[in-house]
Protein backbone atom coordinates (compact mmCIF):
# COMPACT_ATOMS: atom_id res chain seq x y z
CA UNK A 1 0.00 0.00 0.00
CA UNK A 2 1.04 3.09 -1.24
CA UNK A 3 1.62 6.32 1.18
CA UNK A 4 -1.26 8.75 0.04
CA UNK A 5 -3.52 5.58 0.05
CA UNK A 6 -2.34 4.69 3.58
CA UNK A 7 -2.44 8.93 4.31
CA UNK A 8 -6.49 8.69 2.76
CA UNK A 9 -7.45 5.74 4.85
CA UNK A 10 -5.58 6.91 8.28
CA UNK A 11 -7.82 10.69 7.62
CA UNK A 12 -10.83 8.74 6.99
CA UNK A 13 -10.82 6.65 9.67
CA UNK A 14 -9.62 8.58 12.45
CA UNK A 15 -9.75 12.54 11.54
CA UNK A 16 -12.64 12.90 9.27
CA UNK A 17 -16.28 12.46 10.85
CA UNK A 18 -18.98 11.26 9.38
CA UNK A 19 -22.63 10.59 8.91
CA UNK A 20 -23.99 7.25 9.73
CA UNK A 21 -27.62 6.40 8.31
CA UNK A 22 -28.87 2.50 7.40
CA UNK A 23 -30.80 1.45 4.82
CA UNK A 24 -32.27 -1.72 6.25
CA UNK A 25 -29.46 -3.79 7.53
CA UNK A 26 -26.67 -1.52 5.98
CA UNK A 27 -24.88 0.98 7.02
CA UNK A 28 -24.14 4.08 5.44
CA UNK A 29 -21.22 6.54 6.03
CA UNK A 30 -21.64 10.06 4.29
CA UNK A 31 -18.27 12.33 4.49
CA UNK A 32 -18.29 15.54 4.06
CA UNK A 33 -15.65 16.16 1.93
CA UNK A 34 -15.64 13.18 -0.81
CA UNK A 35 -12.56 11.34 -0.89
CA UNK A 36 -11.80 11.50 -4.67
CA UNK A 37 -11.61 15.10 -3.76
CA UNK A 38 -8.94 14.94 -1.10
CA UNK A 39 -6.84 11.90 -3.15
CA UNK A 40 -6.36 14.82 -5.68
CA UNK A 41 -5.56 17.49 -3.33
CA UNK A 42 -3.23 14.82 -1.69
CA UNK A 43 -1.21 13.92 -5.28
CA UNK A 44 -1.19 17.69 -6.97
CA UNK A 45 0.36 18.33 -3.45
CA UNK A 46 2.57 15.37 -3.31
CA UNK A 47 3.08 16.39 -7.44
CA UNK A 48 4.21 19.94 -6.67
CA UNK A 49 6.29 19.22 -3.92
CA UNK A 50 9.41 21.38 -3.35
CA UNK A 51 12.62 18.62 -2.39
CA UNK A 52 14.90 20.95 -1.60
CA UNK A 53 13.46 23.12 1.01
CA UNK A 54 13.23 19.52 3.43
CA UNK A 55 10.06 20.55 4.93
CA UNK A 56 6.92 17.38 4.79
CA UNK A 57 3.61 17.82 3.52
CA UNK A 58 1.57 19.16 6.42
CA UNK A 59 -2.59 18.49 6.47
CA UNK A 60 -4.59 20.12 9.24
CA UNK A 61 -8.10 18.93 9.74
CA UNK A 62 -10.45 21.50 11.26
CA UNK A 63 -14.15 21.62 11.98
CA UNK A 64 -15.03 23.33 8.24
CA UNK A 65 -11.74 22.64 6.54
CA UNK A 66 -9.21 20.18 5.79
CA UNK A 67 -5.73 21.95 5.10
CA UNK A 68 -3.15 20.60 3.06
CA UNK A 69 0.01 22.41 2.16
CA UNK A 70 3.48 22.19 1.55
CA UNK A 71 6.39 24.86 0.21
CA UNK A 72 6.19 23.73 -3.28
CA UNK A 73 5.03 25.98 -6.45
CA UNK A 74 2.77 25.17 -8.94
CA UNK A 75 4.87 25.22 -12.27
CA UNK A 76 5.66 27.55 -14.99
CA UNK A 77 2.55 28.15 -17.52
Do not use: C
Amino acid sequence: MNRSKKTIDLLFTKYIKALISYEGIYRIETYEYPKEAVREAIHDTVAHIDYTGGTPIQIGVYKNKIMIWNYGQLSEG
